[in-house]
């Protein structure tokens, strides 16, 4: 339902809600100034009767049943929505003009009596109905004593059955029936001069939405949402203005990380490449300097220093942006299901020659197990590499390199290990940092690495919801372990 339907129907039902507590008001209020004017006319009927009437007891206090037949019929004639009963002193019922069967009671309260003599009522009083004992009636009462003791009380129903028939029958009166139809006619008008109103105020609402909902189109790609927009105008506008806010605080977020991505790198440029390009530049001054100076041997060696720092600059250089790309989710994840023991073989053959001039074995623990993992071929590849090349510069001669596989119903889980210097439990919590450099590397295994692989590793694994772990000790070797998803 649209929100000028909702509006009306609300506005509606609000006017039938009060017009039916006004009715409900006014039909009580009227019944009680109807009440409370009737027993006011008819305050002093019981007393009236009783003065022009013989009296209803002999003079041994027995009642006189004609005469009270008599003064009930007579008086009941002359007005026929009134009652007349005589009671004793305790309420009992004694006698009364109507038919036996009719009246229930056997006994009327005492209480409303006793205060509609007392004077000090004010409104109606309601006292008890013998012929419906489960309603209340308006009523006149008169004490009827002999020297000063009270013998009973003429007791006069004002209201009586006949009268609530009545009531009834008018309720479903023809004056009653068309003033239903006229009340229903008004409502049905209000209904739809509400309904076309709200319409046209609502109108530029509900532009306003379907602009929402255009823009909200858009933005659940951009945001991989796949929520809708309710019906309701004003809640589809709050989940629009949502996204929006969400996307903007993407934004932000988006901007802020490539603002600090921007001067980490500018950082790291300064400081990491300041010394290989020292050395470069010293190496080629100094034989520049001393051209006719050095011999041919010299100027060979000079040049092969520079050749190998200007190297190291173009991997740190190379590892710097690969790592600022990993970082900052610019580089997308192309899962596909490929033979891990195959990956890691081939791999393996990349590294044979320099593990053979290092006499460091690379076993593969099992090798037939081709497992089927899915992931990004080139990053996982890149993993092995990083992996492989940090255990090789960090594992003696003689050393050996095992990777072994095993998996469950889920993942592969990869654990290589190395029979190198090995890691302190101080410096595990940082070896994944950028730069960092264990104390036990050795003067040409820290000048030989970038000191971004593991971190490249960790930023690599973690974009496949994996996690990289390692257990070591100094000189005990180091053993990484990570799991991999299964290819279903």
Known sequence: MPIYGK??????????????AIVSVSLWSTNQYHAEITQLLNKELASYIIKHQQPLFDDTGAVRDKVLKDTAMHTMMINPLVEVYLLDADGQILGHALNTDDVI????????????????????????????PKERCIFSVAEISNNGVTEGYLYVVLSSQLFQTLAEQLSSSYVMRVTFAAIAALLLVLCLGLYLGFSRITKPLKHLTDQARSFFSEEQEALTTSKELPADELKALEASFSVMQERIKSQFREMQQSERLRRELISNISHDLRTPLANIQG????????????????????????????????????????????????????????PLAELISDISQEFAIQAEQKRVKIKLQPGDNNYMVLGDLSLIERVFQNLIDNALRHTPEGGEICIKLST?????????????????????????????????????????????????????????????????????????????????
């Open 283 to 338: 190496y080629i001054e100094t034989t520049l300097l001393k051209l006719g100076e050095l011999d041919e041997e010299q100027q060979k060696n000079y040049l092969k220093i520079a050749l190998k720092h200007s190297k190291r600059l173009g991997n740190l250089i190379s590892a710097l942006f690969e790592l600022s790309k990993l970082e900052s989710r610019s580089v997308s994840v192309d899962k596909s299901p490929f």
């Open 7 to 20: 509006l009306s129907l609300l506005l509606v039902t609000f006017t039938l809600m009060v017009s039916a």
């Open 105 to 132: 009671l056997t006994s009327v309260d005492l209480e409303p009596i006793k205060h509609a003599l007392s004077g000090e009522a004010q409104g109606p009083i309601y006292g008890s109905d013998p012929r419906l």
């Open 408 to 488: 469950d119903n889920h993942s592969v889980y990869v654990s290589l290990s190395d029979t190198g210097t090995g890691i302190s439990q101080d410096e595990i919590p940082y070896i994944f940092d950028r730069y960092y450099r264990s104390a036990n590397a050795t003067p040409v295994t820290a000048q030989s690495g970038t000191g971004l692989g593991l971190a490249i590793v960790k930023r690599i694994l973690e974009l496949h919801n994996s996690r990289i772990s390692v257990i070591s000790k100094p000189n005990e070797g180091a053993r990484f372990e990570f799991p991999l998803p299964l290819a279903q």
